[in-house]
């Protein structure tokens, strides 16, 4: 379901840089940094990435969020894998191991598989930079909803997304906190994931193994 931006009435922008480029105002970059990882926000990063965005209309960033956001989240996926004894080199035939009364399996086969988390009262997480450091547990899926409805939903973020990809803020957002479990889920291409109006993707994966150092490629 599409959804319109939250407060998009606060945090007004800080105007435009020298290029011409709307900027970000002291309260975008003070909400954003409880989440995000700082060297993203710098101006002189985020014109980078804007460059590299207009040549190439698609970026990588590694590393995204703040260190303690980033290791409570990989935590609970790691824990939940272990939880249902998927990855590592233990095949599951059980397609329907993960699934409870949040997550629940998304079709058709021959298009796609994967688990949908459908947040109820309550599995809401504390994220940002103000949560505490032990409250970390299995459910990765009401971590990431809670940052789905915290930062991806807000306006700051609305207007950082327009900083660096020069498309200007989104009107809204229509988002979902998918799970693949490894060895069982996948999506395909196909005809209806095509749309007839212009639409920026933004995908926030976490993804086993140890990454490289803070770089955008």
């Given at each position: 379901?599409?959804?319109?931006?939250?407060?998009?009435?606060?945090g007004?922008?800080?105007?435009?840089?020298?290029?011409?480029?709307?900027?970000?105002?002291?309260?975008?970059?003070?909400?954003l940094?409880?989440?995000i990882?700082?060297?993203y926000?710098?101006?002189e990063?985020?014109?980078?990435?804007q460059t590299?965005?207009?040549?190439?209309?698609?970026?990588?960033?590694?590393?995204?969020?703040?260190?303690?956001?980033?290791?409570?989240?990989?935590?609970?996926?790691?824990?939940?894998?272990?939880?249902?004894?998927?990855?590592?080199?233990?095949?599951?035939?059980?397609?329907k191991?993960?699934?409870?009364?949040?997550?629940k399996a998304?079709?058709?086969?021959?298009?796609?598989?994967?688990?949908?988390?459908?947040?109820?009262?309550?599995?809401?997480?504390?994220?940002g930079g103000?949560a505490s450091?032990?409250?970390?547990?299995?459910?990765?899926?009401?971590?990431?909803?809670?940052?789905?409805t915290?930062?991806?939903?807000?306006?700051a973020?609305?207007?950082?997304?327009?900083?660096v990809?020069?498309?200007?803020?989104?009107?809204?957002?229509?988002?979902?906190?998918?799970?693949?479990?490894?060895?069982?889920?996948?999506?395909?291409?196909?005809?209806?994931?095509?749309?007839?109006?212009?639409?920026?993707d933004?995908?926030?994966?976490?993804?086993?193994?140890?990454?490289?150092?803070?770089?955008?490629?």
């Open positions: 379901t599409f959804e319109p931006l939250a407060g998009g009435e606060e007004e922008s800080g105007g435009a840089t020298d290029d011409g480029r709307a900027d970000l105002s002291r309260e975008d970059r003070d909400f940094g409880g989440y990882n700082p060297a926000l710098t101006d990063s985020m014109g980078e990435i590299r965005f207009e040549e190439e209309s698609s970026i990588k960033l590694r590393h995204f969020l703040v260190d303690e956001l980033n290791a409570r989240i990989t935590k609970s996926c790691k824990k939940m894998d272990d939880r249902d004894r998927v990855g590592r080199d233990r095949p599951s035939l059980d397609y191991v993960g699934t409870d009364e949040n997550w998304v079709g058709p086969a021959h298009k796609q598989r994967f688990l949908e988390y459908e947040a109820t009262v309550g599995n809401d997480k504390p994220v103000k450091a032990d409250d970390g547990d299995d459910d990765a899926g009401g971590h990431l909803h809670g940052l789905r915290t930062l991806f939903r807000s306006a973020f609305g207007r950082w997304l327009g900083r990809s020069s498309l200007g803020c989104p009107l809204g957002e229509r988002g979902r906190v998918r799970r693949f479990r490894p060895g069982l889920d996948y999506t395909v291409a196909h005809y209806g994931v095509l749309t007839t109006d212009p639409v920026l933004a995908t926030l994966c976490f993804c086993a193994g140890d990454g490289e150092p803070c770089a955008f490629d």
